[in-house]
C-alpha cells in the first residue's frame, strides 16, 4: 500500500508524507508534491493517482491532510489491554485489596475468548486515540495476538510468569513461556514476544534468573512491575536483604533489554544501577493515582541517572482509560507538581515518552516522521475550541487535546481510522460482545 498524505502540517510547515509498505519514503514541501500527483488539493480520502513527472511513483490512496497535523503515532510502555472488561468494576480500592478481591478471582474464571474480546475493544479505543503499539502483559497471550493481527496495530505480547515461590508452579510455568516463544516465529512481523515475570513479589529469584538468561539467550525484552508501592520495597529488603532493582540486578534481569513498569519507589542508587545498565522505566501515573499508591515517579532523577522513560496507562482496570493523550497531561503535571518547578517535564519532553522514547525502547526506530522511518504516524485536528488558536501544535496536543482530536490513525503504513471512522473492524459488533463477555465474566465470579 502507497499512501500520499498531502498539505499536513509537522512542525509549522506544510509538507506531503509518503509511504511505501511500512516505511515512510518521503517528506518534501508540499507544492512539490502537488504539482506531481495532479490531485486537486480538496480531495478527500480514497484511491489516487500520484505518480512523478517519470511515473515512478503511484500512491494506492491519496488522504487530504489540510488543516491537520502529523505527530508520530503513539506507543503505551505498560498495559494490560484485556482489562477493558474490568473497567468500572472494583474501583476506589487500595492496590492489594483490588488485586486480592477483585481481579484476581475474577481472572481465574477468564476463558480465552474473554481475553480476545477484551483485548479488540482495547484496540479500538487505541486505535481511537492515536495508539499503534502496546506492550502487554496478560493471559492467553495467543488471543491477544490473534487480536492485534485481525486489528493492524504493533506490539509486544508478554510470556506472563507468577509462581507465587512454588517450585511446582514455576516448573509449569517453565514450560508454559518455552511454548509460547516456540511460537514466535510463528507471528506477523508487528507481533513481537517479550519475557515477563509479573514481579518480584509473584516470582522466586531462581526463576527471576532462569528468565533473564532466556531473554539475553534469545535477545528478548525483559517487561516486569518493579516499585510500585513501598511495600513492596519493605518486603523486599525483608525478605532478601536489598531494595528491588538490586535484586532485579543480583538475579541478572538488569540490562538494556529491561522494560520496568512503575518505578515510583526507585532511589538515586537504584536509578544509577538501572541507567549504567541502560534499562527502561514506564511510568503510569494515572494509575498510580487512582490506586493511590503514595508516590510520585521522579522523572529529573532518572534522566539525571541516564534511565530511559517511557509512558504506559497500566492497564484499562486501574486506569480507567488507554488514552496516552490524557496519560501525557497529566504525566507533566504531576512531575510539576513534584518539584515545584514549571519547567520539569515540558510538553515536547511529555510527547517524546509516548514516540521516540518509547520506539527505541520497543525497538522500532526512532519514532520520528523522516524517509525510512516506519509509516506509523496520526493526524490530529486541532481546530477544536478547545486547542485553538494553536500557538504551538506540541503545547495544544500535551496540555489541551485529548484522544478524540485523533482524525487518522496510521500503523505500518495501513489506515487503520480515517475521518474518526475505524476502518479495520466492525466496531458496534467489537463493543458488544466485549460487553456480553464482562457480564458472563462477572456473572461467574458472583456465582463462584
Known amino acids: 500500500m502507497r499512501l500520499l498524505i498531502e498539505g499536513v502540517s509537522i512542525d509549522g510547515s506544510v509538507v506531503d508524507i509518503r509511504t511505501d509498505g511500512g516505511s515512510i519514503v518521503a517528506v518534501e514541501p508540499s507544492s512539490s508534491s502537488r504539482s506531481r500527483s495532479g490531485e486537486d488539493s480538496g480531495s478527500s480520502s480514497g484511491s489516487g493517482d500520484a505518480e512523478d513527472a517519470e511515473g515512478a511513483w503511484r500512491a494506492d490512496r491519496v488522504i487530504d491532510g489540510a488543516g491537520l497535523h502529523a505527530f508520530p503515532s503513539l506507543k503505551n510502555g505498560h498495559t494490560h489491554a484485556a482489562m477493558t472488561l474490568f473497567r468500572g468494576w472494583g474501583d476506589d480500592l487500595p492496590l492489594m485489596e483490588w488485586l486480592e478481591t477483585h481481579i484476581w478471582p475474577a481472572e481465574r474464571h477468564m476463558a480465552p475468548e474473554d481475553v480476545y474480546h477484551g483485548t479488540r475493544l482495547a484496540l479500538v479505543e487505541m486505535i481511537r486515540s492515536g495508539t499503534t503499539y502496546f506492550n502487554d502483559m496478560y493471559w492467553h497471550a495467543d488471543r491477544v495476538a490473534r487480536a492485534v493481527d485481525e486489528l493492524g ?118 536509578m544509577g544501577v538501572l541507567g549504567d545498565a541502560g534499562a527502561t522505566v514506564v511510568t503510569n501515573p494515572t494509575a498510580n493515582l487512582k490506586l493511590a499508591v503514595g508516590g510520585i515517579f521522579d522523572y529529573d532523577a532518572a534522566r539525571a541517572a541516564g534511565v530511559r522513560v517511557v509512558l504506559g496507562t497500566d492497564g484499562p482496570g486501574s486506569n480507567n482509560n488507554l488514552d496516552l493523550l490524557e496519560e501525557m497531561k497529566i504525566a507533566a503535571l504531576v512531575q510539576k507538581h513534584r518539584t515545584l518547578d514549571a519547567t520539569s517535564l515540558p510538553a515536547h519532553e511529555a510527547l517524546a515518552l509516548a ?5 527505541e525502547a520497543f525497538r522500532m526506530g526512532r519514532g520520528t516522521l523522516e524517509p525510512g522511518e516506519p509509516a506509523d504516524l496520526i493526524l490530529v485536528d486541532l481546530g477544536g475550541a478547545s486547542t485553538q488558536p494553536a500557538h504551538d501544535p506540541v503545547s495544544d496536543l500535551v496540555y489541551a ?48
Request: overall charge negative.
Open 153 to 270: 496495530l504493533k506490539a509486544h505480547l508478554g510470556s506472563v510468569f507468577v509462581d507465587h515461590g512454588s517450585k511446582e508452579v514455576g516448573s509449569r510455568w517453565r514450560d508454559a513461556v518455552l511454548r509460547q516463544l516456540d511460537t514466535l516465529d510463528d507471528l506477523p512481523s508487528r507481533i513481537r514476544v517479550a519475557i515477563a515475570p509479573h514481579a518480584i513479589y509473584t516470582v522466586s529469584p531462581d526463576n527471576l534468573e532462569w528468565l533473564g538468561g532466556l531473554a539475553r539467550e534469545r535477545d528478548l525484552l525483559l517487561h516486569t512491575h518493579l516499585s510500585e508501592t513501598r511495600t513492596e520495597v519493605e518486603q523486599c529488603v525483608d525478605r532478601h536483604g536489598v531494595r528491588p532493582a538490586h535484586l532485579l540486578d543480583r538475579v541478572g534481569l538488569v540490562g538494556p533489554n529491561l522494560i520496568a513498569a512503575h518505578g515510583v519507589y526507585l532511589n538515586a542508587e537504584e
Open 401 to 448: 487535546a485529548n484522544g478524540s482530536a485523533v482524525h487518522t490513525t496510521i500503523c505500518d503504513g495501513r489506515v487503520l481510522m480515517h475521518d474518526r471512522v475505524v476502518e479495520v473492524a466492525d466496531e458496534a459488533e467489537i463493543i458488544a460482545a466485549a460487553v456480553k463477555s464482562a457480564r458472563g465474566l462477572v456473572a461467574r465470579v458472583n456465582g463462584a
Open 355 to 359: 514516540t521516540t522514547n518509547a520506539s
